[in-house]
């Protein structure tokens, strides 16, 4: 393959990976993610995050001053329910991205551009330990205490996708993210830490017909929440993933990543049962991919049946 066509290849495969790491970013700094809720309980929410910001290659590669802006909206509901006296839930998330990366291969620029649907999420969570199922009544009268949780992250490969582009914002394949975490109150302040590996089938019809596999990439997050009064509180957040090489067409992919971001977040009551909550995030280290600088906003309304 011709030196260009590889670099246009590789610019594209990076586009690929930032669409993909932002739509994920926003929902993998999530501070007080297994904090309990009374059964009953139905959350709607609507979102919108912003990432700019640099794709990082091999240096020795034919690509240079990559950057992308990518948008990402997102429509949500979750319900929380009784599940063998343990607290759990369930979650639907439907993302909607657009956004547009240039750069140079070798003298050349290039520039792509996409909007369009994402890959559905579902996402399955329960508390094992210090999360009994209980009703409004009775949950306002409890003790917080720790809590170990787990959930199972399902991505559907229902995006737009058409196996003839090489950038598409669907991936073609199922992902899965299991996950255990544990949350540790201590009076207005709430410590948080996430284990998580993904875990992705294969794509086996990239770019006419080549198979696309991805080995797993473990993910980490830790947490710092100081809550001021009911529904205002504010935190300080980090994540740190791993792995996740490509290989496409039987040829490893250089795109092992090794990236971390810190960022903050702010939860702040708007009317009752309403809430919006603001996040930013950076990239503190950033081995392959997106490099990016990240807001968000999302909108949170809450209803008993």
Not at 138 to 165: C, H, N, Q
């Amino acid at each position: 393959m011709h030196r260009r066509q590889v670099g246009h290849l590789r610019l594209a495969g990076g586009l690929l990976l930032a669409l993909a790491a932002s739509s994920v970013a926003a929902q993998e700094l999530e501070p007080r993610s297994y904090s309990p809720s009374p059964v009953g309980a139905n959350f709607a929410v609507a979102g919108y995050g912003r990432s700019t910001g640099e794709i990082l290659f091999d240096a020795s590669g034919p690509i240079s001053d990559a950057h992308a802006e990518i948008n990402l909206a997102t429509a949500g509901y979750s319900r929380v329910f009784d599940l063998g006296g343990h607290q759990s839930s369930l979650t639907v998330a439907v993302p909607y991205l657009w956004g547009d990366a240039e750069g140079n291969v070798g003298e050349v620029g290039r520039a792509i551009s996409r909007s369009g649907f994402g890959d559905v999420r579902l996402k399955f969570s329960t508390l094992l330990v210090g999360g009994p199922a209980l009703s409004p009544k009775a949950f306002a009268a409890r003790k917080p205490g720790p809590i170990i949780g787990a959930s199972l992250l399902v991505v559907a490969p229902t995006g737009e996708y058409m196996p003839d582009k090489l950038i598409n914002l669907g991936a073609n394949r199922w992902a899965f993210k299991p996950e255990i975490g544990v949350a540790y109150p201590m009076g207005r302040w709430q410590a948080d830490a996430y284990a998580g590996v993904w875990i992705y089938a294969d794509n086996d019809d990239f770019l006419r017909g080549l198979t696309r596999s991805q080995e797993p990439m473990g993910t980490f997050q830790a947490h710092l929440t100081y809550t001021f009064r009911p529904g205002l509180w504010a935190g300080v957040n980090a994540t740190y993933y791993t792995g996740g090489a490509t290989v496409t067409g039987g040829v490893r992919d250089i795109n092992r990543q090794e990236n971390a971001r810190v960022g903050l977040t702010l939860a702040v009551p708007v009317a009752q049962r309403q809430s919006l909550q603001f996040s930013y995030s950076q990239g503190a280290l950033t081995r392959y991919g997106g490099d990016f600088t990240s807001f968000a906003v999302a909108w949170r309304t809450l209803w008993f049946d």
